[in-house]
């Protein structure tokens, strides 16, 4: 972001963010100016009212948990993805039964045509396969739960303060979800393609009227195609990483970095958008999803 000052010779400057603070001198009148100190937006929540996140993921838990900390080791907020195990057994059995099913019911039909004509048991056993196909996918999508994210004050989820919504339950190409506030108000929404993941993972935060807030993008292309074709060779040490950058794509409001450790840790950092303008609610949200969302 600019900081615009303007000096009594009638000369106007705008200076990097990183300014501010400080005198500079004003190259046409020698005049010493003050560039004044930009003043932080202030948060819906005081418990966004930070530039930096810092998030551990629970291990040895059926559902996807994160604990959320400030850089003094004190706790936030408690993050929840529930996994539905039992609706999740139902997505992986439930289309099995449906399959038995069909295949029973060819036969039979089969049985029954084949003393009619040869090629009428054949169209009959093929069309029974297409019917199978398509009603196990069918009862897949049916039964596959919405996996929405839930942010509480704290693990006894009494009070929650922010949520994730997964918007559709089948995606072929584009996966989108909606960042809700503590009254159920839309903040934003957060939306990638799956085709942009083969050569670099990008994500898009949208207003509620569909126009850019900002996009997180992996880190580097270079290193984005290293992972990909050097993924298994190097098990993994070439951490997943995104930068994220304001609507016009070149300004970097913050980053999104997998610190190198044994235990899943990630550091949030927007120190890069002093006045806050990316709302520190769906910057956190965006987080989460980039790590959830891609299963890193």
Known sequence: MAITVDCDCGKTYRLKDEMAGRRVECPACRKVL???????????????????????QKHLAISQKYYVWDDHGAVLLFVERPTHLLRTLGVLFGPIGVVLASVMG????????????????????????????VATIATAV????????????????????LQVLQDQKFVLLTATY??????????????KNYLHNIFRKRWYCLAPDDKIICLALEDSIILALLRRVLR?????????????????????????????????????????????????????????????GERR
């Not at 003050?34 to 998030?55: I, K, Y």
């Not at 039964?143 to 942010?151: N, T, Y």
């Open 34 to 56: 003050r560039v004044e100190a930009l003043v932080p937006t202030a948060q819906a929540d005081p418990v966004f009212d930070r530039d930096r996140f810092l998030l551990r």
């Open 232 to 292: 298994d060779l190097l098990f993994g040490l070439l951490r997943v990483n995104f930068v994220i950058v304001a609507a016009d794509g070149e300004h970097i409001l913050g980053e999104f970095n997998r610190k190198f450790t044994l235990l899943d840790r990630y550091v949030l950092d927007l120190s890069r958008d002093p006045e806050r303008t990316l709302d520190r609610r769906v910057a956190l949200a965006l987080g989460v999803m980039l790590d959830t």
């Open 178 to 191: 909606t960042v809700l506030d503590a009254q159920g108000e839309i903040l934003a929404r957060l939306r």
């Open 106 to 133: 060819v036969v039979f039909l089969a049985v029954l045509l084949a003393n009619v004509s040869e090629v009428a048991a054949t169209i009959a056993v093929v069309l029974g396969r297409l019917a199978g196909i």
């Open 142 to 161: 049916a039964l596959s739960p919405r996996r929405h994210v839930h942010f509480y004050r704290d693990d006894s989820r009494s009070e929650q303060v």
